[in-house]
């Protein structure tokens, strides 16, 4: 342009001129251009080199994130209590609990979406039980905190659907037990501090705490089906009788295993509350009770082992009083003027009874008592055992005699099956356990009786449910014996006739004793469903006879009309009538 | 040359030594990415064996033994077994077969459902002479001696068991 608007005469030098100029930009120009791109291309390169060295360095020095090992993240926060046969009692289960964060939102706003009322009338469509004015109220004060415990996983999916951020449902390590209230007084509970508190979660505790040992569940002896069958069945007899408590054990006699223990009313260990606090007390091995009549077979074995009673046929008074240092020993009616020691049991006379006891001698069954444990707390596993009231020094003459009968000496429901267990099995006493016993390690135990005694003492328990006061407990085909004990409780001033214990000892198959079986029930009443009637023989024996073909089959037994214990020796010692 | 060779000898071993290099790289990067291909799939076990204790112990409580203790009494009424719905061993269960002796008890039916015969789908066997229905020992009767058995096609257990072939009394 330049060169147009210039003078005709100056045009070739100005035209030379502007050329180099201009080839002198261009080249200018280009190695700018040159330059640029070299800059450019080295900052990629950098960079690329930066990208390629912090790979190097990731991929050779970075250290692994903080990895977890499989074992431990599998390893369970507390470990499970499993049954005999792997049913799970106790799990450490990652629950659902409903959280209130009034911060979620953020910002300066209001915590929830929806107003508060709107919320909580929601969630009491989901909890039918909470309350709607105070949940409205805790919402709107916008504290945090817990409005549950523990939801159910549905429960969380329409909260969830609720669309309140502010609504959190963390998963927290709970202990959970997947039966309810079965099995409570067995189990117990875990508290809030992490720590097992009244059954097997308190003995176990340092166990299932422990990395080394939780990873393995704590298999304990009980069956879930016969701790199930027990506990319908008590409930059953319970409610039947109006009883106020009942209490139920089942025992295997050769190796001391419990195969059930209830004691109801339960508690739920999933929620403990004032109501189910109330009813932790353990009744089969805390609480002593003077269980009457079931003493009885044991006072006859002792007289028997001891060679006090040879001959079953002998017949002792039976329809005056025993007056002995003041007290008067008498029978709930008279049952003739004498009684031979299979109707005596049959009958369940305590006359007849005192009588022999008195000839057996304190000591002799003192001995005896101490050896099945009487005089000390229950061998079993659980922390809540109570100790015997025993009568103190040697035995006096009416001491002797009461304890015979199972008066003036008040032990647990587990102290009874033991000495049941030892009486069937062939006479050997051993300490009850709720661990899973393995075949061929039980414990030794100490012999009580002679064989011989034991087999007579089945004959005689079958007896009296074959003819005698446990006819109701006698189960189609089980062959079952026992022996029914309906106790007067001691209250201020005596024995109170109204507030009874009546229990029913018995165990099955009587020709190859297996399982020993406990009814206790505490202050029956006379009710339509027990014709009236408050003693064992009404409420107690049913129970067995009902526990027995459900739990039977299950454990191995099965029920057969064509076999039983042979009675035919002492069949002929029984009169027909009530007694003599 | 000399020169040249050295250069060529240490270029070439520069060279190796790279290559190296990047294989002993490159086989970290394949470890480190195998490795974490583990820990992925042992957190993905984790998590299913989570949720299978999840979901157990959610069956475990909805099949606790109250609920179907509940619902045994609402819906179904079972009851234990008695003696009589017992067979010991193969002996008892065959002696189920056995004809029955002149003058024996009637014999212990098991597992026996009654009106099964007319829901069965199947059709009764009908006497050709009398037109009427046989059952039982009737039925057993008629079949006569060296003729072809034909397997009953009965379905329940009482009708099976009736079909029991006899021998015939009296003069041979």
Same mark, same amino acid.
């Given at each position: 342009?330049?060169?147009?608007?210039?003078?005709?005469?100056?045009?070739?030098?100005?035209?030379?001129?502007?050329?180099?100029?201009?080839?002198?930009?261009?080249?200018?120009?280009?190695?700018?251009?040159?330059?640029?791109?070299?800059?450019?291309?080295?900052?990629?390169?950098?960079?690329?080199?930066?990208?390629?060295?912090?790979?190097?360095?990731?991929?050779?020095?970075?250290?692994?994130?903080?990895?977890?090992?499989?074992?431990?993240?599998?390893?369970?926060?507390?470990?499970?209590?499993?049954?005999? *046969?792997? $049913?799970?009692? %106790?799990?450490?289960?990652?629950?659902?609990?409903?959280?209130?964060?009034?911060?979620?939102?953020?910002?300066?706003?209001?915590?929830?979406?929806?107003?508060?009322?709107?919320?909580?009338?929601?969630?009491?469509?989901?909890?039918?039980?909470?309350?709607?004015?105070?949940? +409205?109220?805790?919402?709107?004060?916008?504290?945090?905190?817990?409005?549950?415990?523990?939801?159910?996983?549905?429960?969380? *999916?329409?909260?969830?659907?609720?669309?309140?951020?502010?609504?959190?449902?963390?998963?927290?390590?709970?202990?959970?037990?997947?039966?309810?209230?079965?099995? @409570?007084?067995?189990?117990?509970?875990?508290?809030?501090?992490?720590?097992?508190?009244?059954?097997?979660?308190?003995?176990?505790?340092?166990?299932?705490?422990?990395?080394?040992?939780?990873?393995?569940?704590?298999?304990?002896?009980?069956?879930?089906? $016969?701790?199930?069958?027990?506990?319908?069945?008590?409930?059953?007899?319970?409610?039947? @009788?109006?009883?106020?408590?009942?209490?139920?054990?089942?025992?295997? $006699?050769?190796?001391?295993?419990?195969?059930?223990?209830?004691?109801?009313?339960?508690?739920?260990?999933?929620?403990?509350?004032?109501?189910?606090?109330?009813?932790?007390?353990?009744?089969?091995?805390?609480?002593?009770?003077?269980?009457?009549?079931?003493?009885?077979?044991?006072?006859?074995?002792?007289?028997?082992?001891?060679?006090? =009673?040879?001959?079953?046929?002998?017949?002792?008074?039976?329809?005056?009083?025993?007056?002995?240092?003041?007290?008067?020993?008498?029978? @709930?009616?008279?049952?003739?003027?004498?009684?031979?020691?299979?109707?005596?049991?049959?009958?369940?006379?305590?006359? #007849?009874?005192?009588?022999?006891?008195?000839?057996?001698?304190?000591?002799?069954?003192?001995?005896?008592?101490?050896?099945?444990?009487?005089?000390?707390?229950?061998?079993?596993?659980?922390?809540?055992?109570?100790?015997?009231?025993?009568?103190?020094?040697?035995?006096?003459?009416?001491?002797?005699?009461?304890?015979?009968?199972?008066?003036?000496?008040?032990?647990?429901?587990?102290?009874?099956?033991?000495?049941?267990?030892?009486?069937?099995?062939?006479?050997?006493?051993?300490?009850?356990?709720?661990?899973?016993?393995?075949?061929?390690?039980?414990?030794?135990?100490?012999?009580?009786?002679?064989?011989?005694?034991?087999?007579?003492?089945?004959?005689?328990?079958?007896?009296?449910?074959?003819?005698? +006061?446990?006819?109701?407990?006698?189960?189609?085909?089980?062959? #079952?014996?026992?022996?029914?004990?309906?106790?007067?409780?001691?209250?201020?001033?005596?024995?109170?006739?109204?507030?009874?214990? %009546?229990?029913?000892?018995?165990?099955?198959?009587?020709?190859?004793?297996?399982?020993?079986?406990?009814?206790?029930?505490?202050?029956?009443?006379?009710?339509?469903?027990?014709?009236?009637?408050?003693?064992?023989?009404?409420?107690?024996?049913?129970?067995?006879?009902?526990?027995?073909?459900?739990?039977?089959?299950?454990?191995?037994?099965?029920?057969?009309?064509?076999?039983?214990?042979?009675?035919?020796?002492?069949?002929?010692?029984?009169? @027909?009538?009530?007694?003599? | 040359?000399?020169?040249?060779?050295?250069?060529?000898?240490?270029?070439?071993?520069?060279?190796?030594?790279? #290559?190296?290099?990047?294989?002993?790289?490159?086989?970290?990067?394949?470890?480190?990415? $195998?490795?974490?291909? =583990?820990?992925?799939?042992?957190?993905?076990?984790?998590?299913?064996?989570?949720?299978?204790?999840?979901?157990?112990?959610?069956?475990?409580?909805?099949?606790?033994?109250?609920?179907?203790?509940?619902?045994?009494?609402?819906?179904?009424?079972?009851?234990?077994?008695?003696?009589?719905?017992?067979?010991?061993?193969?002996?008892?269960?065959?002696?189920?077969?056995?004809?029955?002796?002149?003058? %024996?008890?009637?014999?212990?039916?098991?597992?026996?459902? %009654?009106?099964?015969?007319?829901?069965?789908?199947?059709?009764?066997?009908?006497?050709?002479?009398?037109?009427?229905?046989?059952?039982?020992?009737?039925?057993?009767?008629?079949?006569?001696?060296?003729?072809?058995?034909?397997?009953?096609?009965?379905?329940?257990?009482?009708?099976?068991?009736?079909?029991?072939?006899?021998?015939?009394?009296?003069?041979?």
């Amino acid at each position: 342009m330049i060169a147009l608007t210039a003078s005709p005469s100056a045009i070739s030098t100005v035209i030379s001129a502007g050329r180099t100029e201009l080839a002198s930009v261009r080249q200018r120009l280009l190695l700018t251009a040159k330059w640029r791109v070299l800059w450019v291309a080295c900052a990629f390169v950098l960079v690329a080199l930066a990208a390629l060295l912090r790979i190097g360095l990731l991929g050779l020095f970075e250290q692994a994130p903080i990895r977890q090992d499989m074992a431990a993240a599998l390893l369970p926060v507390r470990g499970d209590i499993v049954d005999r *046969n792997g $049913v799970p009692l %106790a799990r450490a289960f990652p629950a659902y609990a409903l959280w209130y964060n009034p911060a979620a939102l953020g910002g300066d706003g209001p915590p929830l979406v929806h107003p508060a009322s709107e919320v909580a009338a929601a969630l009491v469509r989901i909890f039918p039980e909470e309350n709607q004015a105070e949940l +409205t109220a805790r919402l709107a004060s916008a504290r945090p905190g817990y409005l549950r415990r523990r939801i159910l996983p549905e429960d969380a *999916n329409r909260i969830h659907a609720l669309g309140e951020p502010a609504l959190e449902f963390p998963r927290e390590n709970e202990r959970f037990y997947p039966q309810g209230s079965m099995a @409570s007084h067995i189990l117990g509970f875990v508290g809030a501090d992490g720590m097992g508190h009244v059954g097997m979660e308190q003995v176990f505790n340092q166990r299932l705490t422990d990395p080394s040992t939780r990873g393995t569940p704590a298999m304990l002896s009980i069956d879930t089906r $016969v701790q199930g069958a027990l506990e319908d069945e008590l409930g059953r007899g319970m409610l039947e @009788s109006n009883a106020k408590g009942a209490a139920g054990i089942i025992l295997d $006699v050769d190796t001391g295993e419990v195969l059930a223990l209830a004691s109801l009313p339960s508690f739920n260990p999933n929620l403990i509350d004032t109501a189910g606090s109330a009813n932790i007390f353990n009744r089969v091995t805390n609480q002593v009770y003077e269980l009457g009549s079931s003493f009885k077979p044991i006072a006859i074995a002792a007289a028997i082992d001891a060679g006090v =009673v040879t001959d079953m046929g002998k017949r002792y008074q039976s329809n005056r009083p025993l007056n002995v240092s003041g007290f008067e020993i008498h029978d @709930s009616h008279s049952f003739g003027a004498s009684l031979n020691v299979p109707e005596a049991l049959i009958h369940s006379s305590n006359i #007849v009874t005192a009588q022999i006891a008195d000839q057996l001698g304190g000591a002799r069954l003192n001995a005896t008592m101490r050896a099945l444990g009487m005089n000390e707390r229950p061998y079993i596993e659980l922390p809540a055992k109570g100790f015997p009231l025993w009568p103190k020094g040697d035995w006096s003459r009416i001491t002797t005699m009461t304890v015979s009968y199972g008066h003036g000496i008040a032990v647990t429901p587990l102290h009874l099956a033991s000495a049941y267990a030892a009486m069937v099995n062939g006479g050997i006493w051993r300490p009850a356990t709720l661990e899973k016993v393995k075949p061929g390690h039980a414990a030794a135990g100490r012999r009580v009786w002679k064989a011989s005694t034991s087999a007579r003492m089945r004959q005689l328990l079958r007896l009296i449910v074959d003819l005698g +006061t446990g006819r109701k407990a006698n189960a189609p085909g089980f062959r #079952v014996g026992g022996k029914t004990g309906s106790a007067e409780k001691p209250g201020a001033g005596g024995y109170r006739k109204s507030s009874l214990v %009546a229990t029913f000892a018995a165990a099955f198959p009587m020709d190859h004793p297996r399982y020993v079986v406990i009814a206790m029930l505490d202050e029956p009443q006379g009710t339509a469903a027990t014709s009236g009637q408050r003693t064992a023989a009404w409420n107690a024996a049913p129970v067995v006879g009902r526990v027995v073909p459900r739990i039977g089959p299950l454990l191995g037994v099965m029920p057969d009309d064509t076999r039983d214990v042979d009675i035919s020796d002492l069949a002929p010692l029984i009169g @027909s009538g009530d007694g003599e | 040359m000399n020169l040249t060779q050295d250069r060529l000898r240490s270029v070439g071993w520069a060279v190796c030594l790279t #290559v190296c290099a990047a294989f002993v790289l490159a086989l970290t990067f394949r470890v480190n990415a $195998v490795k974490s291909q =583990v820990r992925l799939a042992e957190r993905q076990i984790v998590t299913l064996r989570q949720e299978r204790l999840f979901l157990e112990t959610e069956f475990e409580t909805r099949a606790n033994q109250q609920q179907l203790k509940t619902l045994n009494d609402v819906e179904f009424g079972y009851q234990a077994p008695t003696s009589g719905q017992y067979l010991e061993n193969e002996r008892q269960l065959a002696a189920l077969g056995k004809p029955r002796g002149a003058g %024996a008890p009637a014999p212990i039916r098991v597992a026996s459902v %009654a009106g099964l015969e007319e829901d069965s789908g199947f059709p009764a066997m009908v006497s050709p002479l009398t037109g009427k229905v046989l059952i039982g020992e009737a039925a057993a009767a008629e079949v006569p001696r060296g003729s072809a058995r034909v397997p009953a096609n009965s379905s329940d257990l009482r009708d099976r068991l009736s079909r029991v072939e006899r021998r015939e009394q009296g003069p041979e």
